[in-house]
């Protein structure tokens, strides 16, 4: 055993995954595609001591306790039985972005844990075991593990749902133009939405488009054709949004910002640039489109949205071990 250092990366999600066939092993109900981001990064190193009596965790520098500390802490468990190790560890994470403003964070940081859990605790795992782990912690961690374009696939067991990589960051230089038009905490999580989705009316007929969508964006990957995979990863952010509108309870992620930037981009196309848009369990909207098109992108969402932030990322990396520990 001993200490050890992962980097991972948010995705976004292309095709989503929302609502799930089994909670306690975050089983979703369909595959989704997602692309590794370069600008949403989280540190984590992992140190087991047979001193501890418990596992500790600082974010940022501020000790964690309550459900962040016992989420991770849950995870460790599943490192350690895996590994056949009894070590409690010591945890510390940097994330280089806000957590919880709808940005993703719970996807790098699992990954993060996971390759530096595992590492610290000296098992051998494959890279697909190591997706299967990363999304017992957070479903959309599983994608986080590679880099690039990524399908996780929903598979009906814990050792079928794993991630694998459709192509690597280098083969497309589609852009996520994060606008963010609030950072506030979201008040209902994927967690605890993902049990909503089948109270939706809505949900089956999303399901069933699903398979046809992922066709789509997986051809618009290996073409090269950012309209064909915008425009069916646009249709499923509003299916899925339809989806939380219309369970039970409702969630309404959307605010005025986010609507006005629908309509935004609609028009931006009408014009001639190229740009669709996804939006996840929150208000912010991701602005896809080529990297050549993303300055101007960025330009109107300035001038237009009044963001209180924005971040063009370009394909990412996946998870790796790095050297540099943070303690
Ligand atoms: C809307 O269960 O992976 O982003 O609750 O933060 O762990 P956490 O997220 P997760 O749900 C992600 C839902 C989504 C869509 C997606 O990324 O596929």
Known sequence: MTKATAEARANIALIKYWGQSDPRLNLPLTSSISMTVDKLVTRTTVEPDASLKADTLSINGVAQAGAPLARAQRHLDRLRQRAGSAAFCRVASENTFAASAGL?????????LTVAGFAALGAKVSEREMTTFARLGSGSAARSIHGGFVEWRAGPTHEASYAEPLAPASHLDLHDVVVVLSEGEKKVGSSEGHGLAETSPLNAGRVAR???????????????????????????????HAVMMTST????YWTPGTVAGLHAVRRWREEGLMVYATIDAGPNLHLLCAGRDAPEAARRAREELAPAALLDNAPGEGARLVAAHLF
């Open 104 to 112: 993703a964070s719970s996807a790098s940081a699992f990954a993060a």
């Open 210 to 240: 699903v398979p046809a969508l992922l066709a789509e964006v997986r051809e618009g990957i290996l073409h090269r054709d950012i309209k064909k995979l915008g425009r069916a990863a646009q249709e499923d952010a509003l299916l899925m």
């Open 249 to 252: 309870p409702s969630l309404l």
